[in-house]
Structures are given as structure tokens and as C-alpha cells.
């Protein structure tokens, strides 16, 4: 393999830090090379074949809980077991889907973005991975013995010994330690990584927008998963060790938890979209062949909300003894948000404005996106003005609004990035019929299943309740929404069929399918051990234009395809 | 544009919150109404730009992207839209949280049960002449303590055009007191005190809810309901209440020698 040459004349030019390949290591077993592997790429798609499992785990229990509110007072599921699955769904979609799938993602392209050939610590990075599978472990292994019943959210004194007495919640503790454990080792790989490794011309002001996301998740991570580390193990040592941080008989306080927690929880909100954003500022630039407008306007409010973000946790805690002091500040604080998300919004639609848009199925779920996730803000700012939310707080009301932004918005989000990047991962294409026809189910299945959750909060539902009697319209808004839940489930089955399907019979790809602008389209589909035989200099924020462009110069071909041999 | 703002104001007003019980309930819904229809404004606006920019700019043959990579102004200007509209949904909401907030004064014909010593922040009655009730959470039902100690669970009798103030707290894990139709829901929580208010007008409604915060497994089954009689049927409830609660306790006390030292809770609903 190769080696750089090192040039010695000036201070800009000294050599980057970067993985330099010594040997040719011989060929083992397959599943050997998998479980020790610390290939960034081969980590990236451990992640995200591991999240993606949990993905449809999730949902197979958000489908058992559809089932018991489809009819009033329904027995299909005890409220025991009602309890265990949307604990379990919630927890799972955030900690074991979400989180990890985005780390995924940025794991495989984070180095072939800017140009790297590895992550910073690439064996820190498999044990991120590993981390975030044993506690994926640790949670699911509950399910032989008590799963939690106390909501993702394990709101304190509910989840003390007194009122949860078995091993589930403890279960979740040690979850939420592992996959804290491993997303922190992974937010210090990718900063160190995107602060040090990039390629050579790569300024800040050239960084691709998902890396400038991938960036901002990783300090948002970094600065809120402490809170949540020490908010559960004190949890912990009031649970086994006789202290008494929740407990308000001995002078605890259940609201330190819900403190605590959301500081942690809001971020991580953040933490779950930002990625998303930065799939959908890839994506649609390449499908409307325009550059993306207001570059600098977009990386800005990314890093404005993650700011923004740390300083609107209590907006879940309206209900609570709060002064309207407190209040006040926490409705402005959110509805603040408003605005870098508006701007992000109108950059994408002024993206899209006077291109020439190719409509592939990533650009469908890219304006999918951008469809949900606009109604999910506006319900967003709705729910941020606190008289309101005294009404809507904890019902289907929040329940739609956060299943908006959360499914339709960072699931369209990794359906777009998996379309736009499976090529590059697999050499081979997915099926562009399957693809729409999975977007339009879950296009409709979505709002089937959602919009009218919205009317059910107003009518007075409460989350989290395993039935309901069959007053006002409870019973036909329930059934509706059950029934859209299975059409987005058909939907999900039609892209798991897709990419099985195309791993073998999908067309062969070649390195740049989409003629796209970044530089993992630089190097072979998929790219080899250490990504890169050469390195280009980056020159702009869309070098694999300008590698096409001088491309064409050099050989007279109008639309000339990407040479490896070109250097910059 | 007056049409279609009409139209949102209705379908705002179709969908909104619960409403009818009490004048908080109902400041609550013309916010709801206020705010939806801005924000349909927006949502219809930005789809609809959306839905227009996807359909005109389909890739078709001899078309060429038009390379802009930006344009300051319309950075500032949709900047400045978005500030806009966040100040205006700010002003709505401080125009109507004094009316969601603070109570009203009770009406002319008021039952004097109320002469409670005021805690320690409770909303501020304009007259005082206010009930307070005592709103306490416990798995899986809510018991409510009137002034003059007498209690009752799940259902709540109050007189109309009684401007009541609940004292709201949790026994055991946290709940959440919601009627709908007589306003927001407030958490009750162990070790604080919550407090809200309501003021229902008509006799012999019965308002219906249920903890709206995860308490354990039967949290769907800890509902609530609120009863208006008319001043005079309340003083009747509340001394038939009085005496049933004494009785009990003198049956209870004679029986004691009898029964296991846990206190005496009565069961679920």
C-alpha cells in the first residue's frame, strides 16, 4: 500500500497524522475479521446493521402496543407487559437505533469525507462499537428476566427499589452506562479525528456539512453524556446503597432527576437529528446539481442549536412546581430554536430552488424529511409555549410531535443516507422501484399513524396508558393510527428486502453513481483497507467537482468520468 | 386571505384542547386558536414552497441548475421572519397567561367552606373568597382533603361559580392532575407542592379526566372526575361526607383491638 511523501518546506505543509498501512495482514475467516476488525468502515457497518436490527426489534414492539390500542379497553397485552414495551420501544429507538445508526454513518464516512484513512483510534473506535453491542446486551437480556417498566424516561420515585423493585430498571442502568461509555470514547474519535485528519486544503470553511454534524454531535455528546452518567448511577446508589439523592422523605428530590435528566435528554434530541441534518445537506445538493445555498448560514445554525440545545431542558417539566420566572425563560430559550431550524429549512428549499432535481429515492426521503420535520417544529414551537403545553404536555399530542421529528425526521434521514450510500458501501446499487415504493408507504403509513395523534391528545389521551374507554372519538383515531403503523412496518419490510436483495443482484455501482461532491466518491465503491491510494488537495467545498472538472479539461471529455490517477 | 384566515380559525377551534369547564380552560383554547392559526400559516407557507420548488424544478431536458451558493439578504430576511414570529407567539402567550394563571374572583353566591390560611405560593384570589382543596396522587387514585378535613377519593365535589384552589402534591411516585376541560395539567410531585385553579359554572356537569403522568402499571386506570353542584347541594355533600367519614372512624376505633396496625386505605375505585 502506499505511503505519503513528506514535504519539507513549509510549516503548512508538514505531514498530517494518518494511518499508514505496513503490511498486507493475511486473509482470515470471515466472521473473525468482522469481530476484530478496526476498519472504520467494517466498524460503521457493525454499527449500523446492529442499530438497524434494533430498528425493527423497536418497531415489532411499537406494532404489539398499536395492536393493544386499537380497540377500547383491549386485553391483548396486561398493562405489565404494556409498560415493559413502550419502555422498551422508547428506549431501544433512542439508545440502541438512532444514536448508534448516526455513529455508524459517521463512522464509514466521517475519514472518507476528509479525506482520511482511518478514524484518530481506530482500535478506541472498535471497542466504541463493542461498548454500545454489550449493552444493547445487557438491556435485552431483561427480557428472560423483568424488562423496565418505568419509561425511557425512568422518572424517579417510579424508578426506585420502593416502586420498582426487580432488576429491570438496573438493567437500564447498566445499558445507559455502556452505550454512554461508548458513545463518549466515539464523540472523542470523531472530533480528534475531523480536528487533525483532515485532507490537505480542507480548511473549516470546506468541511462537508455532515462532517460539520458529525462534529457538533460528537461535542453535544461529549459535554451531555456525563450528566446522564451521573444521574443514573445515583439512581443506582439510591437503589442498592442507601442513599437518598430521589427520595423525598429523606430530604431527596424527585425533580433533581428530571433535571438531570432532560439536561442530558434535550441535547440528545440534538444529538439524534444534527446527523440527520447533515445526511439531508448531502443529499440534496447532489440530487438538484446545485451547491449548497448558504454553506456557512447551515454549519452556523447547526452549532447555534446544539448551543441553544443545552439550555432548554425544563421545557419537558412545564407541569412541574416551576416559577413562572423559569418558565418563561425555558418557553423563549425554545422557541429561540426556532429560528437556526427556520434557517436550515430555507437554505434546503433554496437548495432545491432553480435546480435541476433528479428524483432518486434519496432526494424522495430527503424531501420526505423536509416535509416532516417542518410540521414536527411548528408542533415543536406550539408545544413550547408553556400555558399550552399545560394541555398538551404528555399526551398523544407530544407523542405525535416528537414521533414527527424523531421517525419521520431522522428515520426519512438515514433512509436517504442509506439510498445515497449504500453503493458506495456495497459497489452495488438498490433498486430504485423498491426504493420509491418503500418511501411511499412509509410516506403514507407515517402520517397515517401520526397526524391523527395529534387529535388524540386534544381529546384528553394520555401516553403511556395501556387502554382507554370508548368515549368521543378515542376508538376511531386509535384504529386509524394502528393501522398507518403497519402500513410504515410494510414500508421498513419493502428497504430490507431492497438492500438483502441488492447486496447480490443490485447493479454494479462504480465509484461516483450519483456524480457527487464530496470525497468518498473519490476512491473505489466499496473503498479499499485504507480508503485512499492518493489524497487530493482540497480546493472548495465540493472537491469531487473539481477533481470531474479538471478531469474533463485534462481529456478533452465533456463529461468526464473520475480517474483514480488524477491528482490535485 | 380574511376567508382562509377564518377557515383556520375554525378548523383551530374544531381541533383544539378540551374546553367549556372553566375560564382557564377556555383562555387556554383561545390561545390554542391564536397560535394555530399562525402556525398554519407557516406550515401551509413552507409546504407549500416546498410541494411548488419539487414539482417546478424536476430535472427535465435542457434545463441547467441555475450555481447560486447563497444570498445574504435572503439569509437576513428569513432570519428576521422567523425572530418575528417567535416575538408574536411570545407576545399571544403573555397576552393570555395572566387569564390561564391567575384566578378569577368567585361569583355572588359562594359557599364560605373556603377560610384555609394561605400556604406558601399559592395563585392569589382577587376577594379570597376562594375553596382550597388539597389534590393528593397515590397509586392508583386521587384523594381529595376539603378545608374542614373531610375527604374524598376519585371524585371531586365542588360548588358552582366557586372559584377553587387546588393544592397538588404526590404520596408516592409522581402523577399528574388533568381535567381537561378545566385546564392544564399540573404534576404531583412528592415533597412539593403544585397549584392550579378552576372556576365551573354550571351545576351538575361532571368533568372527567385522569393522571396524565406514568405512575406504574394501572396509571391508565387513575381517573378523576369533577362534580359541580350548587352552593347549597355542596354544604349538604360535604356534612352527609362528614358524617359518613366519622361514623366509619368510630367503627374502625372500636374495631381496632381487631384489625392489623396498617392504616385503614380504601381501595382502588
Known amino acids: 500500500m502506499s505511503t505519503t511523501t513528506v514535504p519539507t518546506t513549509r510549516l503548512k505543509d508538514l505531514p498530517r497524522p494518518q494511518v499508514v498501512a505496513h503490511e498486507v495482514p493475511r486473509r482470515r475467516k470471515a466472521w473473525i475479521d468482522w469481530v476484530t476488525t478496526v476498519d472504520h468502515k467494517k466498524i460503521g457497518i457493525l454499527y449500523m446493521v446492529t442499530a438497524f436490527v434494533f430498528f425493527l426489534v423497536g418497531g415489532i414492539e411499537a406494532l404489539l402496543m398499536r395492536i393493544q390500542l386499537g380497540a377500547p379497553d383491549n386485553t391483548f397485552l396486561t398493562p405489565e407487559k404494556y409498560n415493559q414495551l413502550f419502555t422498551m420501544h422508547g428506549t431501544t429507538m433512542i439508545f440502541l437505533f438512532v444514536v448508534p445508526m448516526m455513529a455508524g454513518f459517521g463512522n464509514y464516512f466521517v475519514p472518507l469525507m476528509i479525506g482520511a484513512r482511518d478514524m484518530a483510534f481506530p482500535r478506541l473506535n472498535a471497542l466504541s462499537y463493542w461498548l454500545f453491542l454489550f449493552g444493547a446486551i445487557v438491556l435485552y437480556i431483561s427480557l428472560f428476566f423483568n424488562p423496565p417498566e418505568a419509561g425511557w424516561t425512568s422518572y424517579a420515585p417510579l424508578s426506585s427499589a420502593a416502586y420498582s423493585p426487580n432488576g429491570g430498571i438496573d438493567a437500564w442502568i447498566f445499558m445507559i452506562h455502556l452505550t454512554g461509555l461508548s458513545s463518549l470514547l466515539g464523540a472523542i474519535n470523531f472530533y480528534v479525528t475531523i480536528a487533525n485528519m483532515r485532507a490537505p486544503g480542507m480548511g473549516w470553511g470546506r468541511l462537508p456539512l455532515f462532517v460539520w454534524a458529525i462534529l457538533t454531535f460528537a461535542v453535544l455528546l461529549i459535554l451531555a453524556l456525563p450528566t446522564i452518567a451521573a444521574a443514573v448511577t445515583m439512581l443506582l446508589t439510591d437503589r442498592h446503597f442507601g442513599t437518598h439523592f430521589f427520595d423525598p422523605s429523606q430530604g431527596g428530590s424527585p425533580l433533581l432527576w428530571q433535571h438531570l435528566f432532560w439536561f442530558f435528554g434535550h441535547p440528545e434530541v440534538y444529538i439524534m437529528i444534527l446527523p440527520g441534518f447533515g445526511i439531508i445537506s448531502e443529499v440534496l445538493p447532489v440530487f438538484s446539481r446545485k451547491p449548497i445555498f448558504g454553506y456557512k448560514a447551515i454549519a452556523a445554525a447547526t452549532i447555534g442549536i446544539a448551543f441553544l440545545s443545552l439550555l432548554v431542558w425544563a421545557h419537558h417539566m412545564f407541569a412541574t412546581p416551576l416559577s413562572t420566572a423559569v418558565l418563561a425563560f425555558f418557553m423563549l430559550s425554545s422557541m429561540i430554536i426556532a429560528i437556526p431550524t427556520g434557517i436550515k429549512i430555507f437554505n434546503w428549499i433554496a437548495t432545491l430552488w432553480r435546480g435541476t432535481l433528479e428524483f432518486k429515492t434519496p432526494l424522495y426521503f430527503g424531501v420526505g424529511f423536509l416535509a416532516f420535520f417542518t410540521l414536527g417544529g411548528v408542533s415543536g414551537v406550539m408545544l413550547a409555549i408553556f400555558p399550552l403545553d399545560w394541555q398538551l404536555t404528555d399526551t398523544y399530542f407530544v407523542v405525535a410531535h416528537f414521533h414527527y421529528v424523531l421517525v419521520a425526521g431522522a428515520v426519512n434521514a438515514i433512509f436517504a443516507g442509506l439510498y445515497y450510500w449504500f453503493p458506495k458501501m456495497t459497489g452495488r446499487m438498490l433498486s430504485e422501484g423498491l426504493g420509491k415504493t418503500s418511501f411511499w408507504l412509509t410516506f403514507v403509513g407515517f402520517n397515517v399513524t401520526f397526524l391523527v395523534q395529534h387529535s388524540l391528545g386534544l381529546e384528553g389521551m394520555p401516553r403511556r396508558v395501556y387502554e382507554y374507554a370508548d368515549t368521543g372519538n378515542l376508538h376511531a383515531l386509535n384504529l386509524i393510527s394502528t393501522v398507518g403503523a403497519f402500513i410504515l412496518a410494510s414500508g421498513v419490510l419493502v428497504t430490507v428486502y431492497n438492500v438483502l436483495r441488492s447486496l447480490r443482484r443490485g447493479a454494479v455501482a462504480g465509484p461516483d453513481p450519483w456524480k457527487a461532491n464530496t470525497l468518498e466518491w473519490f476512491t473505489t465503491s466499496p473503498p479499499p483497507a485504507n480508503n485512499f491510494d492518493v489524497v487530493p488537495r482540497v480546493r472548495s467545498v465540493e472537491p469531487m467537482k473539481d477533481i470531474r472538472r479538471t478531469v474533463a479539461r485534462a481529456t478533452g471529455e465533456t463529461s468526464g468520468r473520475t480517474e483514480r490517477q488524477v491528482r490535485a | ?269
Not at chain 2, 392544564?184 to 368533568?207: E, H, L, Q
Not at chain 2, 379526566?209 to 369533577?226: F, I, P, S, T, W
Open chain 2, 1 to 269: 386571505m380574511p376567508r382562509a384566515l377564518g377557515l383556520a380559525a375554525v378548523f383551530a377551534n374544531a381541533i383544539g384542547p378540551e374546553t367549556g369547564g372553566s375560564p382557564n380552560a377556555n383562555d387556554t383554547h383561545t390561545l390554542w386558536v391564536v397560535v394555530v392559526v399562525i402556525a398554519l400559516i407557516v406550515l401551509i407557507g413552507v409546504e407549500g414552497l416546498l410541494l411548488y420548488t419539487v414539482i417546478r424544478f424536476r430535472a427535465r431536458k435542457g434545463r441547467v441548475p441555475a450555481q447560486i451558493h447563497g444570498n445574504t439578504r435572503l439569509e437576513i430576511g428569513w432570519t428576521v421572519a422567523a425572530a418575528l414570529i417567535v416575538v408574536v407567539l411570545t407576545v399571544v402567550a403573555f397576552a393570555e397567561l395572566p387569564g390561564i394563571q391567575d384566578p378569577v374572583k368567585s361569583g355572588p353566591q359562594v359557599s364560605l367552606a373556603g377560610a384555609q390560611v394561605a400556604s406558601i405560593n399559592p395563585p392569589h384570589v382577587p376577594g379570597g373568597r376562594q375553596l382550597n382543596i388539597d389534590v393528593n396522587g397515590q397509586q392508583y387514585v386521587w384523594r381529595f382533603t376539603y378545608p374542614d378535613g373531610t375527604y374524598s377519593y376519585t371524585e371531586m365535589v365542588v360548588p358552582a361559580n366557586q372559584t377553587v384552589v387546588l393544592r397538588i402534591t404526590g404520596q408516592d411516585v409522581a402523577h399528574s392532575w388533568w381535567i381537561p376541560k378545566l385546564g392544564g395539567k399540573f404534576d404531583a410531585i412528592p415533597g412539593y407542592n403544585n397549584y392550579t385553579w378552576f372556576k365551573a359554572s354550571k351545576v351538575g356537569a361532571v368533568y372527567r379526566g385522569q393522571c396524565a403522568e406514568l405512575c406504574g402499571r394501572n396509571h391508565a386506570n387513575m381517573l378523576a372526575d369533577v362534580r359541580v353542584v350548587s352552593p347549597s347541594a355542596f354544604r349538604t355533600w360535604l356534612a352527609t361526607k362528614k358524617a359518613q367519614i366519622n361514623a366509619a372512624n368510630r367503627d374502625s376505633a372500636a374495631a381496632a383491638p381487631l384489625l392489623s396496625p396498617l392504616p385503614a386505605r380504601p381501595g382502588h375505585p
